[in-house]
């Protein structure tokens, strides 16, 4: 009996556990970071669903949203305001692909792969301006070295 009741404490503790486990992540908006001009830092994320992904205006003028096209079928979408702090939590796994809208031209992109990259392929058939086309390459190619590690 004894058996029972630890384990089943066990079990409840595990829950509780996994509720209380969701992270939060920190990508900052800078105008200039470790990888260059007009930047998120990081840019590449991958999270589990139920984790939350925290905007940091770390320096002014620019904002986060999403890339409409580069978003999991029903996952959230989210356009923040100039200069604006926002914490987005994501429960459909996916690839979502973000911008700050003034400096999208310019690559100041983000990915963030919430558990498995279900639409990948579609997300990555998505055609970006100016330098945004070479840096969601790069975060592709993390992507795909992510997946290759976890095998």
Do not use: W
């Amino acid at each position: 009996m004894k058996k029972v009741i630890v384990l089943g404490g066990l079990v409840a503790a595990l829950g509780f556990a996994g509720v209380a486990g969701a992270a939060e992540v920190e990508v900052k908006m800078l105008n200039k970071g470790t990888e260059g001009v007009m930047v998120f830092e990081p840019a590449f994320v991958r999270i589990n669903p139920g984790d939350t992904v925290k905007f940091l205006a770390s320096d002014k003028g620019h904002n986060v949203e999403t890339i409409d096209t580069m978003v999991p079928e029903g996952g959230k979408t989210f356009v923040g305001k100039m200069n604006e702090e926002m914490a987005i939590t994501f429960d459909k796994p996916g690839v979502y692909g973000y911008k700050c809208k003034p400096h999208y031209g310019m690559g100041m992109v983000g990915m963030i792969v919430v558990g498995e990259p279900t639409n990948a392929d579609q997300a990555k058939a998505i055609t970006h301006p100016g330098k945004a086309k070479q840096i969601f390459g790069n975060l592709f190619d993390k992507l795909a070295a992510t997946k290759t590690a976890a095998k």
